[in-house]
């Protein structure tokens, strides 16, 4: 049934649709302390993404196995979620995020134990976020074909090509994580690992739209930059009422005429929303974005050369945090969430925005140039 490629070792393979299945199967996930996972899941049309298959890897009596359980074939998925809560059980990831977001849609609770390999290689001196494709080459030696990756995930049944994609993914996952984890004991990191994770789950509950705001703040101009942003998080509220994507409710293109003319809009755009533009109700989180001007690009410019200058200076000593990109070190996350706070006159709490070990390295730095800001207004 398989036609991938496996060098040196054969994977035991089962492909799971019906709750029996899923049963039997469970008995043995519930033994493992580690497991690798990843999700296919379909989002043309939905605000939410329909997942559509989950793909377990995991090692048993010397034996790889994969677990492909096929979400579509109405199963409950109940004591699967409960592996995922387990904090006993370690669930090796790479670029988690959606994933993540796709567990706590339907479980409701934050995932436990969740390692991320992408996280661990931001940690490691690789590539800003790195892809799992480049990070299979560059730890293990290993290709794996991405052609699959954006394929529909919906059709039954599956591919030849998508079942074969779907088992890569996972394949090698456990052992791309050993060959990180050694780096990170060996930089001793693993602690500034462990409390990047918890901050990242932590967060997952309420993302942040700064991309989404400043993508149609860019296209646009000051002029009507507080309701772009106030039309800009409606959208999204709208969004997720209704579980249609964006740019079904408002093309990106089409904000300025939305603002000039709502009333245009009426027979294309639900009642509610309308109102909601019309009476110009601001979301609770409305005051934390902004239109980047030259005093707001000038600041953004002081926080990232504190940045390269840290990083200038660790890498001409002996430093566990050799070699991490200057984007993983200080992000535009953090980087906004600073100067939000400041140009609102929130306290700034710097270690809640950095955590501690970015905080350690050059927090304090961050904090003289915020009251030479204050100083200078």
């Not at 979620?81 to 993540?100: G, N, R």
């Not at 059709?155 to 994609?165: G, I, V």
């Not at 249609?244 to 245009?264: C, E, G, T």
């Amino acid at each position: 049934m398989f036609s991938f490629f496996f060098k040196n070792r054969k994977p035991k393979i089962s492909y799971i649709e019906s709750q029996q299945q899923l049963a039997e199967i469970l008995v043995l996930l519930k033994q493992q302390t580690c497991l690798a996972i990843d999700t296919e899941f379909y989002r043309q049309s939905t605000y939410y993404p329909e997942l559509c298959l989950l793909q377990v890897a995991f090692n048993h009596k010397k034996q790889t196995n994969v677990v492909l359980i096929d979400c579509l074939a109405n199963l409950c998925l109940a004591d699967f979620w409960q592996l995922i809560l387990d904090e006993k059980i370690t669930k090796i990831m790479h670029s988690a995020l959606q994933d993540v977001q796709i567990f706590y849609r339907y479980m409701q609770k934050k995932p436990k134990n969740i390692v991320d390999t992408q996280i661990m290689a931001n940690f490691c001196g690789f590539d800003f976020n790195i892809g799992y494709a480049n990070l299979l080459k560059q730890t293990l030696n290993k290709s794996i074909n991405k052609d699959q990756q954006n394929s529909d995930w919906r059709k039954r049944p599956l591919s030849q090509k998508q079942l074969d994609y779907a088992v890569g993914d996972v394949l090698n996952l456990f052992d791309v994580y050993q060959k990180l984890q050694k780096t990170l004991q060996k930089n001793q990191m693993l602690p500034s690992f462990y409390e990047e994770m918890a901050k990242f789950i932590d967060e997952i509950e309420n993302p942040d739209c700064f991309h989404l705001v400043n993508k149609i703040l860019h296209k646009n101009n000051q002029l009507h930059h507080h309701q772009l942003i106030n039309l800009v998080l409606l959208r999204e509220k709208w969004a997720k009422i209704h579980n249609v994507s964006r740019q079904k409710i408002l093309k990106d293109d089409d904000f300025l005429q939305f603002i000039a003319n709502p009333h245009l809009w009426q027979n294309k755009l639900n009642r509610q929303m309308i109102d909601d533009f019309n009476n110009q109700i601001y979301l609770n989180d409305a005051w934390q974005y902004f239109y980047a001007n030259n005093q707001i690009l000038k600041k953004q410019k002081s926080l990232k050369k504190i940045a390269q200058e840290i990083l200038s200076a660790i890498n001409q000593e002996t430093s566990p945090v050799k070699n991490i990109c200057q984007q993983f070190l200080l992000s535009s996350k953090h980087i906004n969430k600073i100067i939000s706070d400041f140009i609102n006159n929130k306290p700034i709490n710097m270690v809640a925005i950095l955590g501690n070990w970015r905080y350690n390295l050059f927090g304090s730095q961050l904090e003289n140039t915020i009251k030479q800001w204050k100083n200078i207004s």
